[in-house]
């Protein structure tokens, strides 16, 4: 069995003002997205409902 954590993530999105942004974990009990700014030193966080409403994934 692997021991990741599944809160775990890696993947990217732009907002809506167009900058890149890094989704790093998902928290469940308070459902929101956690996320970096591309160029800022502190985590940032979204209602996990308003993210998917504003941010489009990168692929």
């Known amino acids: 069995m692997r021991n990741e954590d599944p809160n775990r993530l890696d993947r990217y999105y732009r907002n809506p003002r167009g900058l ?18 591309d160029g800022c030193e502190y985590e940032q966080c ?14």
């Open 20 to 37: 890149l942004v890094h989704v790093i974990r998902y928290d469940r009990e308070k459902q929101r997205v956690i996320f970096m700014i």
């Open 46 to 59: 979204e209602p996990v409902q308003r993210f998917k409403e504003r941010y489009t994934r990168v692929k």
